[in-house]
């Protein structure tokens, strides 16, 4: 029998979830947000611990809908956005949510020459860092005409470019209010770099050197692009630049490894 690598549980053998480096439990996969299950193998629990951690603060935040996208929901005054899976609302500050895209996808015609595609909405976060897409909105008509006999135009529906301004209302939003609580404290932008490094590596106080060797190794792991993950070298760079920054505020130089 196995056991949970999140909560330690007994698991029957019908109730097993696969992760990165174990299987968890019902109750914590039920915990997860949709758009996570689904990529959940790739995931290692100290990273799942993260995700059942960041939406049990998030949900506490006083959540307000001012534009609604099919699944998408977006807090405009708050500076949040909210997706909503399996009558749950996953909850994101809109300042965690990196290079948000929207796009359409499965395009198809039906019979009557009518073209229809899928919304789906991908992104990343950096602590904690998880990488997804999910369906916001299907079967969405989008304008479209007969060219000739095989040909048929079409235009993105244009409800994506309008949920996009949302979107960014909320994200100016939440920057604003990040700005004003940093300039209370008084912090310079190397102090804010640190403060994102940290996050990243998931830093809750004191650290070594040997504990952010690991945790880079373990994040490179994670997020390497050959991992099935829809991403690029980038992530990898801000791994590295991250843990330069970690180590110089330890003292030690940036040419050994
Ligand atoms: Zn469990």
């Known amino acids: 029998m196995n056991t949970c690598v999140n909560c330690g549980n007994k698991i029957g053998i019908f109730e097993k979830h696969k992760c990165n480096d174990g299987y968890i439990c019902q109750n914590c996969y039920r915990r997860i947000p949709g758009f996570i299950r689904y990529d959940l193998k790739h995931y290692d629990v100290y990273i799942i611990r993260n995700i059942h951690g960041y939406f049990f603060n998030t949900m506490k935040y006083r959540f307000d809908s001012t ?9 405009e005054i708050n500076g949040l956005i909210g997706i909503k899976s399996h009558d749950e609302i996953s909850i994101f500050n809109a300042l965690d949510l990196k290079d948000i895209d929207i ?12 073209v229809k595609c899928n919304i789906e909405l991908r992104c990343e976060t950096d602590n904690p860092p998880m990488m997804f897409k999910t369906y916001i909105k299907k079967n969405v008509f989008c304008k479209s005409k007969r060219v000739d006999y095989e040909h048929i135009s079409w235009e993105m529906p244009s409800e994506i470019a309008v949920i996009k301004i949302v979107i960014n209302n909320a994200l100016q939003r939440a920057e604003e209010k990040f700005i004003k609580s940093i300039s209370n404290d008084n ?7 640190i403060i994102k490094a940290k996050a990243l590596f998931m830093i809750d106080g004191e650290y070594n050197i040997s504990s952010i060797k690991e945790q880079r190794d373990r994040l490179l792991k994670t997020f390497h692009p050959d991992n099935d993950h829809y991403i690029d070298d980038k992530y ?22």
């Open 103 to 114: 796009i359409a996808t499965d395009i198809f015609a039906d019979k009557n020459n009518r």
């Open 236 to 257: 990898s760079k801000k791994i590295i630049h991250s843990f330069n920054l970690l180590k110089k505020e330890l003292g030690e130089s940036n040419e050994e490894n």
């Open 187 to 193: 912090l310079s932008l190397h102090d804010i770099e």
């Open 67 to 75: 534009a609604s996208y099919g699944n998408l929901l977006v807090d």
